[in-house]
Structures are given as C-alpha cells and as structure tokens.
Nanobody, 124 residues
Framework: QVQLVESGGGLVQAGGSLRLSCAAS????????MGWYRQAPGKQRDLVAT???????NYADSVKGRLTISRDNAKNTVYLRMNSLKPEETADYYC??????????????????WGQGTQVTVSS
C-alpha cells in the first residue's frame, strides 16, 4: 500500500513564493515519473510540471522560468518551488506519482497515485 502526503499550500500575495512537497510512503516500490497538476474551481485539471526518474523535466508554458520541479529519491519526495505567483494560479495542486512494485508471480507492475491536493491561494 502506497500513500502520498502533500504539504506546503497556503495563502500568498501576488509575486510571492511557495514550495509544495509530496512524499510517498510504503514499501518495496520504485518511483518512476512524478508530477504536479492543478485544478482551479470549475476548470479541468491541468499539467504544471513533470520530472522523470532520470531528472528530465517538462513544464507548462505558463510556468516556465517561475516554477521548478525537483525530486529527492532518497526521501521519495517530489517538490514544486513556485516563484512570482499570480492570482490566476489560485487552485488545488495535486501531485501524481507513477511507480512500480515487484510482484512475485508477474514481475514489476505499474501503478499511478494522486495526492490529496493542497490549496494554493494567490491574492492580488
């Protein structure tokens, strides 16, 4: 059983910064890609950034240069550093983790998990 725990959301003024964290706990899994998504009220959930197991990153165009995704494999944690935040970035932020678990009969099996979401509010 794998659990994800997000933290770091909150209220910040426009132009401010926050750092989100998402830690995976459990046993006997191997982390693959990790990412952050966000969902504003009444809107669909959109990709913010992803990072592969090798450290390659991908960002939504709207956040390039301001948001940085990183990971600490020893801590099974993915981070999102957010600078120069804008009011329109107010949303619930969700981490997404892909991992594999070695099963005795089938070998490695892939799973996809979502965090519980953390609210980010950017005031103008």
């Amino acid at each position: 059983q794998v659990q994800l725990v997000e933290s770091g959301g909150g209220l910040v003024q426009a132009g401010g910064s926050l750092r989100l964290s998402c830690a995976a706990s459990g046993s006997d899994f191997m982390l693959n890609a990790m990412g952050w998504y966000r969902q504003a009220p009444g809107k669909q959930r959109d990709l913010v950034a992803t990072i592969t197991s090798g450290g390659s990153t991908n960002y939504a165009d709207s956040v390039k240069g301001r948001l940085t995704i990183s990971r600490d494999n020893a801590k099974n944690t993915v981070y999102l550093r957010m600078n120069s935040l804008k009011p329109e970035e107010t949303a619930d932020y969700y981490c997404n983790i892909s991992l594999s678990i070695q099963r005795p009969l089938t070998g490695p099996v892939g799973y996809d998990y979502w965090g519980q979401g953390t609210q980010v509010t950017v005031s103008s």
